[in-house]
């Protein structure tokens, strides 16, 4: 199947500060989805973003397909962004989300 | 309001005592499945349904099964639980291919 890699695997912010998360993919797809997991384990949609480029407040994310990467910026970082932030793809061929192993993210104030 | 509504938020049984988890959508979509996540690790996929087609992951083990009695409700049944499939069972709904799926709070599974 597909193949996911994000990067880093952890990473710690003061808040206010901003970052960048990367994921990596191994063939085409159709489907991308950043995810946000809070420390409560509820897996919050950030952004469904094949190709192109989308905000959302202080969010934004960029896929370029055709160098299969995608990357999620967070701008002005809050104690609230804490958690792990997955990314999921969907192969050409495929019918449900292959999840990377996640970026755990911890904003200290 | 909530979509994917995945009840209860915390369930707990016993080694070996059968459990049921449900899921329920207001979105109307053809698309429900399963994931399971153990602590640390990502939602690993268990099963789909396509409408009412069932696709089974070739490395579900055999004591889950899944019913999905009509558009809006699938469950989870695990026959036999074992301390392995203590995790949190998350249930995502989509409207069809290309589309993004939307996932329920997910239920958090301890066995005793």
């Known amino acids: 199947g597909i193949q996911v890699e994000q990067s880093p695997p952890d990473l710690i912010l003061q808040e206010g500060a901003n970052s960048t998360l990367r994921c990596n993919f191994s063939?085409?797809?159709?489907?991308l989805q950043w995810f946000h997991q809070n420390p409560w384990g509820q897996l919050i949609n950030l952004f469904y973003?094949?190709?192109g480029t989308k905000q959302n407040g202080r969010l934004s994310a960029t896929t370029v397909a055709t160098e299969r990467y995608s990357l999620l910026y967070i701008s002005s970082s809050q104690t609230t962004d804490s958690g792990v932030y997955f990314c999921?793809?969907?192969?050409?061929?495929?019918?449900?989300?292959?999840f990377g192993k996640g970026t755990s993210l911890l904003v200290t104030p | 309001d909530a979509m994917v509504i995945q009840n209860p938020r915390y369930q707990v049984t016993q080694f070996g005592k059968p459990v049921t988890l449900s899921c329920s959508q207001t979105?109307?979509?053809?698309?429900m499945y399963w994931y399971q996540q153990k602590s640390s690790q990502a939602p690993k996929l268990l099963f789909h349904?396509?409408?009412?087609?069932?696709?089974n992951e070739a490395d579900t083990p055999d004591n889950f099964q899944s019913r999905r009695p009509n558009t809006s409700f699938c469950f989870l049944d695990i026959r036999s639980p074992g301390l392995g499939d203590a995790a949190m069972y998350l249930c995502?709904?989509?409207?069809?291919?290309?589309?993004?799926?939307?996932f329920g709070d997910g239920t958090r599974l301890s066995i005793l």
């Open positions: 995502a709904t989509r409207s069809g291919v290309h589309q993004p799926q939307h």
């Open positions: 063939d085409s797809v159709n489907n």
């Open positions: 973003i094949p190709s």
């Open positions: 999921a793809v969907e192969g050409d061929s495929g019918y449900a989300l292959n």
């Open positions: 979105l109307n979509h053809n698309v």
């Open positions: 349904y396509y409408d009412k087609d069932f696709n």
